[in-house]
């Protein structure tokens, strides 16, 4: 084998293995949870929201405002915004050792890490007409809505009975709050074992892929 097929090879077998982020492997992290490597941990972590989560909804956003607010771009960026949202609260509350309670880890960290624009009342209603209606049917429920057409994170219109969101504002809050949580999760060794845990337990088949 010459030396441009064997950098082919090589090439092939580095596609084929499972990325956890665009740079690191699951091997990669693998490694850094067995050490126990905090920092290295949350590098990881961090990228990983960041790519697979809040700059595709960044993007997303931004071509809903070049197409004149196209719903399906404002869609799919609330979409992925809820989708972040239940993906923090799983490994905040340490859901993975623990009977299962979506609305109470839902709830949790968007009341913890945006509980300036969220309330308990707005955030049971954004859980069960957005979080419910998209992850189980792929729709928002009781007449709301994902707007850009509106000022502020959130409008209650026919007495509160519908709702209307902003993404892009709900965006900011969960990339701000997404900040305070990796703070948390620097110094708060109870947070970190939540996260360190869950990430064994949820990536254990991925692991063994590599």
């Known amino acids: 084998m010459n030396n441009l097929e064997s950098q082919k090879?090589?090439?092939?077998?580095?596609?084929?293995e499972l990325h956890y982020t665009s740079e690191y492997r699951f091997r990669d992290l693998k490694e850094a949870l067995d050490r126990n490597d905090k920092d290295k941990i949350l590098e990881m972590f961090e990228k990983r929201v960041k790519e697979l989560y809040l700059s595709p909804a960044e993007e997303l956003i931004e071509k809903a405002k070049k197409n004149k607010n196209d719903i399906g771009y404002t869609f799919s960026a609330g979409l992925i915004c809820v989708s972040v949202i239940d993906f923090l609260g799983r490994f905040y509350f340490g859901q993975c050792q623990r009977r299962r309670d979506t609305k109470c880890r839902f709830i949790s960290w968007l009341l913890k890490y945006a509980g300036s624009s969220f309330d308990f009342d707005l955030a049971d209603k954004f859980y069960t007409d957005f979080r419910n209606g998209l992850v189980h049917e792929c729709r928002i429920k009781n007449g709301g809505e994902f707007s850009l057409n509106i000022s502020n994170l959130k409008e209650e219109r026919n007495g509160g009975?519908?709702?209307?969101?902003?993404?892009?504002?709900?965006?900011?809050?969960i990339k701000n709050g997404f900040k305070k949580y990796l703070e948390d999760l620097k110094r708060d060794s109870i947070l970190f074992k939540r996260l360190r845990d869950c990430l064994m337990t949820d990536f254990k088949e991925d692991f063994s892929k590599d």
């Not at 090439?11 to 084929?16: R, S």
């Not at 009975?161 to 809050?173: F, G, R, T, V, Y």
């Open 9 to 16: 090879v090589f090439k092939m077998e580095i596609e084929n």
């Open 161 to 173: 009975k519908h709702l209307a969101i902003n993404p892009k504002i709900l965006l900011e809050e």
